[in-house]
């Protein structure tokens, strides 16, 4: 069956890094695109991330542009996320998702990705 697991969250100071570990099991990871998606409390969903097959290309929503970076181990079956330069809105819990085939921008809208996993929460103090 379906499995894709998050870590790495983590409390840390307004200015510091984190970086996010995404695996998955269970379904052909070089088929898939992968994307990060956070939520805050009171927000909705957001599209943070995202990288197709081969990791050549991704895309960035414009808050975290120059300040995050995806990327993908194909033999590892791991995605990343490199968050430097963390601010307090970047507050929330961050979610790996899996989606056969890619969607060019539209790889940033949840609906169309078929594997999720449960979070990991990333707590940014000022």
């Known amino acids: 069956h379906v499995q894709v697991v998050e870590s790495g969250g983590g409390l840390v100071q307004a200015g510091g890094s984190l970086r996010l570990s995404c695996t998955a099991s269970?379904?052909?990871?070089?088929?898939?695109?992968m994307a990060w998606f956070r939520q805050a409390p009171g927000k909705e969903r957001e599209g943070v991330s995202c990288?197709?097959?081969?990791?050549?290309?991704?895309y960035y929503t414009d808050s975290v542009k120059g300040r995050f970076t995806i990327s993908r181990d194909n033999a590892k079956n791991t995605l990343y996320l490199q968050m430097d330069t963390l601010k307090p809105e970047d507050t929330a819990l961050y979610y790996c998702a899996a989606v056969r085939g890619w969607y060019g921008g539209g790889c940033l809208d949840g609906n169309v990705y078929n594997y999720w996993g449960q979070g990991t929460q990333v707590t940014v103090s000022s």
């Open positions: 269970g379904f052909t990871w070089d088929d898939y695109a």
């Open positions: 990288i197709n097959w081969s990791g050549r290309m991704t």
